[in-house]
C-alpha cells in the first residue's frame, strides 16, 4: 500500500510533513481510512490513519476493532479511550508543522478537537489530492469492482422472473437486496431504486407502495458492495408489450449509450463524452429529456470523488479509471428509460464491467 500513499504525497502541491484522515461515528466515516489501509471489513468509528512522505501509515484503532485492524499490513496503535487517542496522536506528530487533513472526510467538531490538541499546527487541505488518486485504480481495485458488477449482473438475470402484476415496487426492491447478498455482496452499494410507471420519469425516486400493472416500465437501478468496492447497474423493461413511444424511448437510450462507450477514449475530455451522448438524444423528439450528466466515476464510494460525465467536466481521461455510462430519458406522467453499465477505460478501448444484455425485454 505504501504506493498508494506515496501517490497522495505526490498529488499535492504544497507538501504536508504528515496527512491524517479522521473518521467520526457513521454515516461519517472516510473511506480514504480504507484506501491508505487496504482494510476490506471494519467499520472504525473514531479511528485515524496517519500517512507519512515515505508510504508508511500508522492505523490509530479502538479495542474493539483491534482484530480486524490487524488484516491491514500497516502498524497498529490500539488506544483505550478518547483521552488516549489523542495523548498518542499529539506523541506522533507533535515535531510536524504542516499537518495535511482530508477536509471532505472531517467533521468540524473533530478538526477543531485535533486543532486544540495540536495548536502550533499549519492545517492543509489536502481533499483534492484523494480524489486525484483514487481515481486511477490499481490491479486490486479493478479485480474487486469486476467482482462486484459480476454479482449485479447474477441479479439482472433474476429480474424477470421476479415480476409479476400486482408486485409492489418495495417487494421487488427487496428481493433485489436479497438477491445482492445471496450472490456475495456485503450490502447495497446504494438505496435501490425500483420504480414502475409514471415513477419511472424520476431518476432518483427509490420505491413505494406502487402496485406493477400491464403496460408499465420498469426500472431497477442498484449495485453490489463488495469488500467496500460499488457497482452500479440500471436495467429498464417493460411489463406486457411495448407501445411504440416506450420502444423508441429504448432505442434512442440504447444509441446514446453505445456512442458513449465510442467516445470513451484515453486522452479525451469527459465533457466530450457528454455532450455527444446527450446531441444523440436532442437529434430526436425527445430532446431536452435526458436531464443528468452521462456517468460518474465508480470505486469504495458509489459517487467516487467528484469525477463526472458531465458538460462541464475539465476531466482527461486516463488508463484504469472506472465509470458508468448511464443515459436517459425521462417524460413527467409517462415514464423514463434508463441503461447503465460500469466501464474500465484500457490504453486503447474500453471493458465493460457489466454483462447483462441491454435488449428490449418485455415481461408476459
Request: charged share 30%; glycine share 6%; proline share 3%.
Amino acid at each position: 500500500m505504501k504506493t498508494r500513499i506515496k501517490n497522495i504525497y505526490k498529488n499535492i502541491e504544497k507538501k504536508p510533513d504528515v496527512i491524517i484522515i479522521k473518521n467520526s461515528i457513521e454515516p461519517f466515516i472516510d473511506e480514504n481510512f480504507f484506501y491508505a489501509a487496504d482494510l476490506k471489513t471494519g467499520i472504525f468509528e473514531g479511528a485515524a490513519a496517519i500517512l507519512y512522505p515515505n508510504g508508511n501509515v500508522d492505523l490509530l484503532v479502538s479495542e474493539l476493532e483491534a482484530e480486524t485492524a490487524k488484516k491491514a499490513k500497516v502498524n497498529i496503535i490500539v488506544y483505550k479511550d478518547e483521552k488516549d487517542f489523542y495523548k498518542i496522536l499529539k506523541n506522533k506528530i507533535s515535531s510536524s508543522k504542516n499537518i495535511g487533513i482530508n477536509f471532505k472526510g472531517i467533521t468540524f467538531k473533530n478538526f477543531l478537537k485535533i486543532e486544540k490538541h495540536l495548536p502550533k499546527a499549519n492545517f492543509l487541505d489536502v481533499s483534492g489530492s484523494f480524489d486525484k488518486t483514487r481515481i486511477i485504480k490499481d490491479e486490486n481495485e479493478i479485480k474487486l469492482l469486476k467482482k462486484a458488477c459480476n454479482i449485479a449482473d447474477k441479479v439482472v438475470e433474476k429480474l424477470p422472473e421476479i415480476l409479476h402484476e400486482g408486485i409492489y415496487e418495495y417487494e421487488l426492491a427487496a428481493e433485489i437486496n436479497y438477491l445482492l447478498q445471496k450472490n456475495g455482496a456485503e450490502k447495497p452499494a446504494f438505496e435501490t431504486i425500483s420504480s414502475f410507471g409514471k415513477n419511472t420519469a424520476e431518476p432518483h425516486y427509490s420505491h413505494g407502495e406502487i402496485k406493477l400493472k400491464n403496460g408499465d416500465i420498469v426500472l431497477c437501478d442498484f449495485g453490489a458492495c463488495f469488500k467496500k468496492y460499488n457497482s452500479d447497474i440500471t436495467r429498464s423493461f417493460i411489463f406486457g408489450k411495448a407501445n411504440e413511444k416506450q420502444k423508441k424511448m429504448f432505442e434512442t437510450v440504447l444509441s446514446a449509450q453505445k456512442i458513449g462507450f465510442e467516445k470513451v477514449v484515453s486522452g479525451k475530455y469527459a465533457k466530450e463524452v457528454h455532450k455527444a451522448v446527450e446531441a444523440t438524444i436532442n437529434k430526436t423528439k425527445f430532446k431536452g429529456r435526458f436531464i443528468h450528466s452521462t456517468g460518474h466515476s465508480l470505486g469504495l464510494a458509489v459517487h467516487d470523488g467528484s469525477a463526472r460525465l458531465s458538460s462541464n467536466s475539465e476531466l482527461k481521461l486516463k488508463e484504469n479509471m472506472v465509470f458508468t455510462i448511464e443515459p436517459g430519458i425521462y417524460i413527467p406522467g409517462f415514464g423514463g428509460i434508463r441503461i447503465e453499465d460500469d466501464i474500465l477505460i484500457k490504453k486503447e478501448c474500453i471493458e465493460i464491467l457489466t454483462k447483462s444484455p441491454k435488449e428490449l425485454i418485455e415481461i408476459r
